[in-house]
């Protein structure tokens, strides 16, 4: 289950309609609002009391103070700003403190001229929040100005720099683009630990190490029964009419320290999971169709299971009790025999259902309980190469 380790952030998109102004901004987050059909957005990173002084001077021309706590935030900020067609200006002010590379962030994205540096870790943020708004980038950069005050630390003065900004607003442009009703909200991750240590010594080691002899065993069989040439089992299982043939060819003889059947089962878990799962479930998430990737999670858990022999009844249970309690989806991750679980469930109900879940987890297997855990987690982008 490797690969859905990395999910995709799943914001709840902006898409062409009327908005009542009452209700902008429309994605919730961290403002302090002042005027909303007012040109300018502040954005400071959230921390001291400089929001808050600068909203109790209600500057002339301010539209709202947005403050980041984290490069989620600088995703939310953008799609608000997107959907209020009077803002022209994006200020970045107090950036004096550890957070700077917030507005760094915010700078970058919304200006691709920007050349600021930033740890590898927000950069790969940045650049995961470029993929996944690029079509609304285009447009932002069009309708904002990005002006960097991130030195300017006193709230009297950058109400100064305010009323001066304003004073240039040119656009006469006014309104709101609202979410449709019934768009998908904002997904968290909760995971829970087991408790059970996934050992990879002693007699936990062979069982460990079969997996991967497996895939070998496999291939090299497949290599001196057809005289392939592949290197690796999924350009043998690319070959014309191989994946039958393989089956075939396993289930003619079983291989010394393997259980009976166990390489077929491997062959069809690793074909079910590559060629059908992953692909079928990147297509379910890109259209945001939450119903169909849990089916196929599911799935993949189940050929983990039953092809991989690497689950424990602990992992068994929480994943199968997160979907009875709601999660769009859930599976166990990693390596196997023992770890953690992780599930897919609406933001608002991630709380309540982290306690509900590791509350039966308990009352099932009071054992490991006394090692188990459960916590939220956002997603993040996908591993990607930073050049």
Request: glycine share 8%.
């Amino acid at each position: 289950m490797g690969a859905f380790q990395n999910l995709v952030k799943l914001i709840r998109p902006v898409i062409p309609g009327a908005g009542r102004p009452s209700e902008w901004p429309f994605v919730p987050g961290h403002y302090r609002i002042c005027t909303r059909s007012a040109p300018v957005v502040v954005v400071v990173p959230r921390h001291g009391t400089f929001a808050t002084d600068l909203a109790a001077r209600s500057p002339e021309g301010l539209c709202m103070i947005a403050e980041l706590a984290s490069s989620k935030d600088v995703g939310k900020l953008l799609r608000n700003i997107g959907s209020n067609l009077a803002i022209e200006y994006v200020v970045l002010a107090n950036g004096a403190s550890d957070k700077q590379r917030l507005l760094t962030a915010t700078h970058k994205l919304l200006d691709d001229k920007t050349r600021a540096e930033l740890p590898k870790d927000m950069e790969a943020a940045v650049h995961g929040l470029r993929n996944d708004i690029a079509d609304e980038l285009d447009a932002l950069r069009k309708q904002v100005k990005t002006i960097d005050l991130s030195s300017v630390g006193d709230p009297q003065d950058l109400q100064s720099r305010i009323k001066e900004i304003t004073s240039d607003a040119k656009r006469q442009t006014t309104g709101f683009v609202a979410p449709e009703s019934g768009e998908s909200e904002e997904i968290e991750r909760v995971i829970a630990v087991s408790g059970v240590r996934s050992r990879k010594s002693g007699p936990q080691r062979e069982a460990y190490n079969r997996l991967s002899l497996a895939v070998r065993t496999i291939l090299e069989r497949w290599r001196q029964a057809s005289g392939s040439a592949a290197i690796t089992l999924a350009a043998a299982a690319a070959e014309p009419e191989a994946p039958e043939a393989i089956l075939q060819l396993l289930a003619e003889h079983d291989e010394p320290g393997f259980p009976a059947g166990f390489l077929a089962g491997r062959f069809r878990q690793f074909m079910t999971e590559s060629t059908e799962v992953i692909p079928e479930a990147s297509r379910a998430l890109e259209s945001r169709d939450l119903s169909r990737f849990g089916e196929l999670v599911d799935r993949s858990q189940r050929a983990a299971e039953e092809g991989l022999g690497n689950q424990v009844p602990e992992t068994v249970h929480l994943a199968r009790r997160a979907r009875a309690l709601g999660a769009r989806a859930a599976s166990a991750f990693g390596a196997g025999f023992g770890g953690s679980v992780w599930a897919m469930v609406d933001a608002a109900a991630a709380d309540r259902f982290g306690k509900e879940w590791i509350g039966e987890y308990r009352r099932a297997f009071p054992g490991a309980a006394r090692r188990a855990d459960c916590f939220r987690t956002e997603p993040a982008p996908a591993a990607r190469r930073i050049d």
